[in-house]
Each structure stands twice: as structure tokens, then as C-alpha cells.
């Protein structure tokens, strides 16, 4: 190992072993001793933001500026020339924080490093080491400038094919990209100055481990709230060796910001690692024997006792990759409860739940609700920028508001352009299922031919033998239709199991004008006729869930809603046509409205029991959109 200090005639180990004792800490509380780095960082973290922020901005309003002037924008150009600014920044900022790191502990173990002579050096080798620092961070650095140059790029194409002069453009480029750039100076400035000082604090302590001989041991300290990550918060208390790696999310580090942890560890990361010799006390227990205790809800993550309340009661299914999303999501702020309906409160995490919802709704609600704040998740965007799945062009959606559902935007156009053809003449294998035309009512014996029914003048007579029987033509018949719902297991899971004989038994065997007003209805939801943007068979399927016990009356809303958000209530609704009108488009026709609820849909529906059924229907309807929201929700619901 290099040595980056100098020895001044070092007395041996042996004659010094009484006051290396005598110069032993002690007492240790690590919340102290994070505080206190992390105080150190932030103020540096903060210069750091100021001076990237400035960097960024300077360079998208000199390239806006030129390309206003020349109509010309290279983006290799444009990332040589940020380079040549921004990494030369980053070595400098190293440095600062590297030996600011290295004062703090000096001064902390100055008693012990003076009896064991122990001396650091301002030396070459000092340099050589955060050089080495910089060559592992150099790539992420330079893939910084290329992001950022190349979707420029992107969106400056998007914005010509608008016909907008060039002055126009540069303003939108810059009027856009201020904003992201600073936030992505926020996110470099807290990462690379987290990670560098905490590289500087490891090889500080290895260093002094190996010239005093002290059992140097190490523990992890997450910062506690709302912003860490599940596999940091549970890496929280670890306690191993100096020599030994962490296990963070099932990766190996050193110590916190590690490259070794990859981004999804090094990222935006905030937490400490407490130095200690093992004899030490560490927050009143022998350092070799602190077990470590995260805190967590095992099923949740990070949660309080009103929203694992609700978590518990709400009836999530086994997808295993909604729950890792459900327990790697911060803590919400607030679940609170006034009058109202129920609603999710932008970018301050609060949930709204009324006291006066029964519990099968709250359920079904609150799993809504919650999928709202999974798509206000800023660390779930980040892993969603990270997967690679999105191009330039959506990741700009995504992040100019903020929303994970604004990747689907182009798939909810989609979907919507073919739920106008089901309407078309031209269309006619689709349309079937949507013809207005009633059979029964065009031919006066058609429910005696289906069902064995005589609509005479003088009353309604049944000439079948049984219900069983009257049961298996209606099957039969449902069977042959065209629509969506055209099969029987679909109509018993939203009407409820032998849906014909409770009917039935309710009305009286031989109330046969009550019959066929029921099988009307039942027909038509089948042969998704009386289409009328979808509605009439929703409330007539509901209606029927209610009395016979099928497919909850909320999950059907939200299936009417999720339909209605990306066809924008031209077929079922949910929302008021006011609600969809609030922003402006991000794609022609779908805003933020249209892609929110529907991915609040999607996690309602796919969270639940009857996820395989909804998503039967919903695939029909809504392809594209599902395929895309599946997509997304893989990207940031594998935790490895």
C-alpha cells in the first residue's frame, strides 16, 4: 500500500502500547459522529451545487445562443467543450473535500497519532491517491456531458419539426433545461462529494489501522428519513471489520459511495461510515458486538404505523415486484383523514383518506392513491433514468414533470387512436362488439328461440324445465357473442359465481317479465352493445356485483377509469372531462392527468386479487399502455 503519510522516528509498537490504550476513544456514539461529517459534506456539497449549477447553465445558454445565431448545434462538440470544464471541477472538488476530511480526523485522533508518532503527509502521493480516486468516477463524469449534450440534441429535433423559428427554440431548450440541470447539479454535487469524502475517511482510518495496530472496525450509518433507499436503510447498524466489505443490496463496498456498489448504491447516497477499534464502546455496547437493527417493517420497508395500517388491511397480491417497489419506497409523510374524498398530494407525499369509506373500498382506494405516490418517486425516476429502457425523449417527460407515468406517453396516444377506429365502419372486426343493434329488440321471438321464452301479448310463459337449463343456454349464449366480455367467466367473475340461479331464486321462478329484462342486461354486457362510451354495461355490471356478490364495485371504477384516462372518457370514464383539461399536453392529446391515472389504475388493478382478470380486459383495451406500464414497473421494482 503507498504510504500517504511520513514517520518521524516512530517509537515501537511495544513501548507505546500504554498510551495507545490510555489514547483509545472510549465511548463512541455514532449518530454524533454522522452528524458531524455530514455537516462537514453538506457545506461542501453546497459550494459544489453552486458552482455546477453555474457550469450547466453556462453551458445551455451558450449553446443556445450559438445555435440562435447559426441554426448549428453538434452535440460532440458540446460534450468536448463541457468536458473540458466540468471534470477538471470535479478533481479540484475532490481535493478540497478529500483533505478536509483528512483535518477533521487528525484533529480527532491527534492524541493517538502523536504517542504513536503517527504523521499525515501533504505529499505526492496524497495526489496520486484521489487522482486514482478521479479515474474511477471519470466515466460516469464524461456519460454526464453526454446525456446532457445528446438530449439536447433530441429535443432540439423534436422542436424543428414544430416549425419554430430559431429563436423560439433556443428559448424553449433553455427555458426547459435550466430546471433539470439544477437538479442534476443538486444530484452530482451530493454524490460526488459524499463519495469522495468517504473514500478519504476509509483510507484515513485503513492507514492509521496499519501503522498504530489498532482492530480497526467500521459501521454503517444511514441517514434516517424519508429520502434513503431501502438497501441502505437496511445495510443501517452493519458492524464488520476493517479488512471486510459491506453487504448493501446484495453488493460488496468498502465503505459508503464504494464504485464497487454500482450506481444504484452510489448515487445520491448520504450515509457514514463510524470508525471504531473494537474494544470501543459504540453506542453502549462493545463495538464487536452491536447487532445490527434496521428498523424496518419486513413486508413495507420504511413506513409508520398509520401506513403499514393500511398496507396490511389493503389486500396486495404476491407480485413480488410490486411488493419490493412498495418496501424500497420512502415513507410517506402524512396519511390524514378530513373531509373529502381521497387524493394524493404532489411532491409532498401526503396520502388523503376518508374515515367514511367502507373497508373493502379504503382497499381498493388506498392502493390507487398509493400508486400515485410511486409515480411521484423521485428515486424510482432515477432508477427508471438508469434501466436504459427510455429514450431521450421520454426521459425529458419524465423528468420536466416529475411523473414515471409520462414514459407511457406515447403508448396512451396509441391506444387511444385505436380505440377511435373500434368506432369505424372500416373497422368492422373490432366494431362488432360495440354495435348499437339490438337483436332481441328487432326480432320479437328471439329470446323464445335463445331460451325457450314466449313473449306472448297476454304475459311472459317459460317453456323450459329448469333453471340448470335456462342457465346453460344463457352460458351458451353469452358464449357466441362478439364483445370484450363475450365468455361466461367473465361475466360469473364480475356477476359471481352461478350469477343466473341467484337471479332467479331472487325474482321468482315465475316472474318471466323480470327474466327478460335481466337477460337484456346480461347481453348486452356481454355483446358490449348500447356502447355509449362504455358506460351502460359498467353500471349494469355493477349493479349486479353489488346484489350478487362478483368483482368489487371499486375495482370496476377503476377499470372504467383507467380506460377513460387514456381513451380521455371517450370510452368509460372515471374523472370529470374538466379534470383531463388542467395541463397541457406533453404528446399531442395526453398530459400528466391522463398518464397519472392511469398508472394509479394500473397499480390498483394489478395489485389485487383479481390482477390476471383485469388485466384480460385491460389488454384488450389498452395494450400498448399495459405493455409500457409493465416495463416501467420492472425497471424500478428489481432490487438486487
Known amino acids: 500500500m503507498t504510504r500517504i503519510y511520513s514517520r518521524k522516528d516512530t517509537p515501537s509498537l511495544a513501548r507505546n502500547k500504554k498510551k495507545l490504550n490510555y489514547f483509545k476513544r472510549g465511548r463512541i456514539n455514532s449518530a454524533k459522529e454522522a452528524r458531524e461529517q455530514l455537516v462537514l459534506r453538506n457545506n461542501h456539497e453546497r459550494r459544489f451545487n453552486k458552482r455546477l449549477s453555474s457550469l450547466f447553465r453556462k453551458f445551455v445558454n451558450v449553446n443556445m445562443y450559438l445555435y440562435k445565431q447559426t441554426g448549428v448545434y453538434d452535440a460532440s462538440v458540446a460534450k468536448q467543450t463541457l468536458d473540458q470544464d466540468l471534470l477538471p471541477l470535479v478533481l479540484s472538488h475532490y481535493k478540497r473535500v478529500s483533505r478536509a476530511t483528512w483535518d477533521h480526523n487528525e484533529i480527532r485522533y491527534k492524541p493517538l497519532t502523536k504517542a504513536s508518532a503517527f504523521v499525515l503527509g501533504r505529499s505526492k502521493e496524497f495526489d496520486a491517491l484521489i487522482d486514482r480516486y478521479f479515474r474511477t468516477r471519470e466515466l460516469v463524469l464524461s456519460n454526464i456531458s453526454f446525456n446532457m ?41 451530493r454524490t460526488e462529494t ?22 480497526m472496525m467500521k459501521k454503517w450509518v444511514a441517514t434516517a428519513d424519508d429520502r434513503t433507499r431501502s438497501d441502505h436503510a437496511d445495510a443501517n447498524g452493519q458492524v464488520v471489520a476493517m479488512d471486510e466489505d459491506f453487504t448493501v443490496g446484495g453488493a460488496k463496498m468498502k465503505h459508503a459511495g464504494d464504485p464497487r456498489g454500482g450506481a444504484k448504491n452510489v448515487i445520491n447516497c448520504r450515509c457514514v461510515i463510524v470508525y471504531v477499534d473494537a474494544e470501543d464502546e459504540l453506542d453502549g455496547t462493545p463495538a464487536a458486538q452491536v447487532e445490527p437493527d434496521d428498523g424496518l417493517d419486513p413486508n413495507w420497508g420504511d413506513v409508520d404505523s398509520v401506513e403499514k395500517k393500511f398496507h ?119 366494431a362488432k362488439g360495440f354495435d348499437k343493434d339490438y337483436k332481441w329488440k328487432r326480432d320479437p321471438d328471439f329470446m ?42 367473465v361475466l360469473e367473475k364480475i356477476l359471481g359465481k352461478d350469477w343466473v340461479k341467484k337471479y332467479l331464486n331472487d325474482v321468482g321462478k315465475g316472474r318471466t317479465s323480470s327474466i327478460n329484462y335481466y337477460l337484456e342486461q346480461v347481453i348486452e354486457i356481454a355483446e358490449g352493445s348500447r356502447y355509449n362510451n362504455g358506460t351502460y354495461w359498467l353500471d349494469t355490471a355493477m349493479g349486479f356485483s353489488r346484489k350478487y356478490g362478483g368483482i368489487s364495485n371499486d375495482e370496476i371504477n377503476m377499470f372504467s377509469d383507467f380506460v377513460g384516462s387514456v381513451s380521455n372518457n371517450k370510452f368509460f370514464k372515471g374523472h370529470a372531462d374538466s379534470y383531463y383539461k388542467r395541463y397541457g399536453s406533453v404528446v399531442t392529446g395526453v398530459n400528466q392527468d391522463h398518464a397519472g391515472e392511469a398508472f394509479a389504475n394500473w397499480f390498483a388493478l394489478m395489485g389485487g386479487d383479481n390482477a390476471a382478470f383485469w388485466r384480460e380486459l385491460l389488454e384488450f383495451y389498452v395494450p400498448e399502455t399495459m405493455k409500457r406500464f409493465d416495463d416501467i414497473i420492472d425497471a424500478i421494482g428489481v432490487i438486487d
Open 312 to 430: 396490511d388491511n389493503a389486500g396486495w397480491n404476491n407480485n413480488q415486484t410490486i411488493r419490493n417497489i412498495i418496501k424500497d419506497s420512502p415513507k410517506l409523510n402524512e396519511v390524514f383523514a378530513k373531509s373529502g374524498g381521497a387524493y394524493y398530494m404532489p411532491f409532498q407525499r401526503k396520502i388523503h383518506m376518508p374515515s367514511k369509506y367502507n373497508a373493502d373500498r379504503t382497499n381498493v382506494v388506498w392502493k390507487h392513491e398509493y400508486g400515485h405516490a410511486i409515480d411521484d418517486t423521485p428515486k424510482f425516476r432515477d432508477r427508471l433514468r438508469a434501466s436504459g429502457i427510455l429514450d431521450a425523449e421520454d426521459m425529458n417527460r419524465v423528468e420536466l414533470h416529475g411523473n414515471l407515468s409520462l414514459a407511457a406517453a406515447l403508448q396512451i396516444q396509441a391506444d387511444r387512436k385505436m380505440l377511435s377506429g373500434y368506432k369505424r365502419a372500416g373497422n368492422k372486426e373490432k
Open 448 to 489: 323464445a328461440k335463445e331460451f325457450g321464452i314466449d313473449l306472448a301479448e297476454n304475459g311472459s310463459t317459460m317453456t323450459i324445465n329448469s333453471i340448470d337449463e335456462f342457465q346453460d343456454k344463457v352460458y351458451a349464449f353469452v358464449n357466441k357473442g362478439t364483445g370484450p366480455l363475450a365468455n361466461s367467466a
Open 194 to 215: 459524499h463519495g469522495a469524502a468517504s473514500f478519504a475517511n476509509h483510507q484515513y482510518h485503513q492507514e492509521l489501522a496499519n501503522d498504530t495496530g489498532i482492530e
Open 149 to 189: 449534450s445528446w438530449q439536447i440534441r433530441g429535443r432540439l429535433a423534436a422542436l424543428r419539426a414544430e416549425d419554430l423559428t430559431l429563436d423560439q427554440i433556443a428559448r424553449t431548450i433553455s427555458s426547459e433545461y435550466i430546471p433539470i440541470t439544477r437538479r442534476r447539479a443538486a444530484l452530482i454535487a
